[in-house]
């Protein structure tokens, strides 16, 4: 038995967090068409040796490119914003569903079994933990934020609230021992 086990419940239900999730989202979006631009230049620059015999790769245009992409990537990663979501107590979600009933006649708000437009305004400031952003900061990250990344931001919230938590589990890390055991053969 581990050690964990064999402590108190109480013990253990004072140590309890609760359920919390990460998210990056990219603050520099214009970015993407830059990176698009370069991957259409790449690919060009590609297919122009294929139809002089040359080997592929070996234009220094597209090396060149490559590395601009690369250090494209660089900048894009340096703003991505990382968003720490923790869900709320469940007296204070239930309360906040409660307060948002599905709206009659709307088929997303009955499926759901809530009105999400009016539920995560309310929800997602209370579950963003990371960085601390004040209203200020809020509105403008609202007014920064494509409808894409905003949906992935509502399901984040949704999701923590509403899943469970389990011992996760990893397919990337089984793709690498499964590639490190093949390795050492």
Not at 10 to 38: I, T
Request: proline letters at 5%; glycine letters at 6%.
């Amino acid at each position: 038995m581990s050690a964990k086990r064999s402590q108190s419940v109480k013990d253990r239900l004072k140590a309890a967090k609760l359920p919390e999730r990460s998210l990056q989202v990219c603050l520099r979006g214009d970015l993407q068409a830059e990176f698009d631009d370069l991957e259409r230049q790449l690919r060009e620059a590609r297919e122009a040796p294929a139809a002089t015999g040359k080997r592929i790769g070996s234009k220094p245009d597209a090396l060149a490119i490559v590395e601009q992409q690369a250090a494209l990537r660089e900048q894009m990663a340096d703003e991505m914003l990382d968003l720490r979501i923790r869900a709320l107590p469940r007296s204070e979600w239930v309360a906040l569903v409660r307060g948002n009933p599905p709206r009659q006649g709307n088929e997303g708000d009955e499926a759901m079994g809530v009105n999400l437009e009016g539920l995560m305004p309310a929800a997602i400031p209370r579950c963003v933990v990371e960085p601390e952003l004040d209203d200020e900061d809020w509105q403008n990250l609202n007014d920064h934020l494509s409808s894409g990344d905003y949906d992935r931001l509502m399901t984040t919230v949704w999701d923590v609230n509403r899943s469970g938590v389990d011992v996760p589990k990893s397919r990337l890390a089984s793709l690498v021992m499964a590639e490190n055991a093949a390795d050492s053969r």
